[in-house]
Each structure stands twice: as C-alpha cells, then as structure tokens.
C-alpha cells in the first residue's frame, strides 16, 4: 500500500493525538496541510500555531530516516528554529518545549 500524503499526516495527527490528546488545542493548531513527497521529505504535516510563546507555523517532515524534521516558522515566515532526527514519541516534547513549556 503507498503512503499518499494525506495518510502519512494522518498519521502524524495520530501519534500527536495518542500522546495527548489536548496537545493540538493547546498550541491553538488550525490550518492543517499534508505535505507532497520531494527528494528530501516521505511527507508530511504543516499547521497554523497560536501558542503562549511561539505564533506561526510548524511544519513535520516525515524524512526518509524514518526520523522527523520539525520546522518552526514565525508569522513573518523567518524560520526560528529547526529539530531534526525526532522519532514519533518525541514530537509533544519537541513542540511544548518550543511553546515554553518544561520537559519532564
């Protein structure tokens, strides 16, 4: 079966959703936009962020690692910060630490 676009951010969506399950209402996440395949990227999932500390976009990039890429974009679209090699169990804590909040 392919993985077309929409499935893979599916199912980044649902790895974030199982690990908790207000994550996406908590960082105010709307506009949600499944990512084509390139040369560098399987996929992925961008997203409009209102969160406490980081406004803008987050854009996950399924690599061909099997790892992800998560971009942070503010609103004048200026990159401000980028995590590479995150597995699917490590995306809420990438992104809350972003929006300021304490890794355990």
């Known amino acids: 079966m392919e993985n077309t676009p929409v499935q893979i951010a599916r199912t980044i969506l649902n790895q974030i959703?199982?690990?908790?399950k207000s994550a996406l209402m908590a960082w105010g996440a709307?506009?949600?936009?499944?990512l084509s395949e390139t040369k560098s990227?399987?996929?992925?999932?961008?997203f409009?962020?209102?969160?406490?500390t980081h406004k803008g976009w987050v854009t996950i990039k399924l690599d061909w690692s099997d790892t992800y890429t998560i971009v942070f974009t503010n609103k004048k679209r200026?990159?401000?910060?980028?995590?590479?090699g995150?597995?699917?169990d490590m995306?809420?804590?990438?992104?809350?630490?972003?929006?300021g909040k304490k890794v355990a």
């Open 17 to 20: 959703k199982y690990q908790d």
């Open 30 to 34: 709307k506009n949600f936009v499944a």
């Open 41 to 46: 990227i399987l996929g992925g999932l961008s």
């Open 48 to 52: 409009q962020v209102n969160g406490l």
């Open 78 to 84: 200026e990159v401000v910060k980028t995590s590479e």
């Open 86 to 88: 995150v597995y699917c």
């Open 91 to 99: 995306l809420i804590d990438v992104i809350d630490f972003i929006e």
